[in-house]
């Protein structure tokens, strides 16, 4: 199993743990790709995984137009009924014998 792989399993899990429900993994377009699509409370939520070392610094400006495209685009395929929309980062460091999962909600850059 790949390591980016592994770290979206880890977010999964740890979203579905908080009572997020996971539509889509790996959803994909031409836009772009998105890691999970995900909902809670009446809100859609793109969610970008990043791990490593020093996952903070791995998402930019033009990754969140992406995400932002691919998930209009997902909104248009899909019948979803949402209050609102945002863009999450989970970010997942192993440190020593322990790992560290950090969610961050309504990312901006």
């Known amino acids: ?10 977010a999964s899990s740890f979203l579905q743990k908080n009572n997020y429900k996971i539509l889509a993994k790996n959803f994909s377009c ?3 790709e998105i890691d999970i699509i995900a909902y809670k409370n009446k809100t859609l ?11 903070f610094y791995k998402i930019n400006k033009s990754k969140m137009e992406k995400i932002i ?8 395929q899909n019948k979803i009924s949402y ?10 460091q192993s ?15």
């Open 83 to 92: 209050e609102s929309i945002r863009i999450d980062a989970i970010f997942i």
């Open 45 to 55: 939520i793109a969610v970008e995984v990043k791990g490593g070392k020093n996952p």
């Open 1 to 10: 199993m790949n390591k980016g792989k592994s770290f979206e399993d880890l």
């Open 30 to 32: 031409f836009y772009g």
């Open 95 to 109: 440190l020593q014998n322990e790992t560290i999962i950090e969610h961050i909600e309504n990312i901006t850059i």
């Open 69 to 76: 495209k691919t998930l209009h685009f997902f909104i248009s």
